[in-house]
């Protein structure tokens, strides 16, 4: 039961720290400021809400835990 906790805990750390990888340098690359992203300025104020982003991240996350559970 432990070595499955483990095992689990050891594939989050490493999807966390690939998405980490991927945000910190994803600007340089394009993602982060999709089409579809939301922004909002007005004078000093600025609302970003990454949606495109999001769904995408949201799908290869889904692919790689469905392919870790085969």
């Not at 050891?10 to 720290?17: A, E, F, M, Q, R």
């Not at 340089?28 to 000093?44: A, E, Q, T």
């Not at 809400?49 to 290869?60: H, K, N, R, Y």
Request: proline content about 3%.
């Amino acid at each position: 039961m432990f070595q499955e906790f483990g095992k689990t805990l050891i594939v989050i750390g490493i999807v966390l720290t690939i998405v980490g990888i991927i945000l910190f340098f994803g600007g340089k690359f394009g993602i982060g400021h999709l089409p579809g992203d939301i922004v909002f300025k007005k004078g000093n104020f600025t609302f970003y809400f990454p949606l495109m982003s999001s769904i995408i991240l949201s799908v290869v996350l889904t692919l790689i835990l469905w392919l870790f559970r085969k």
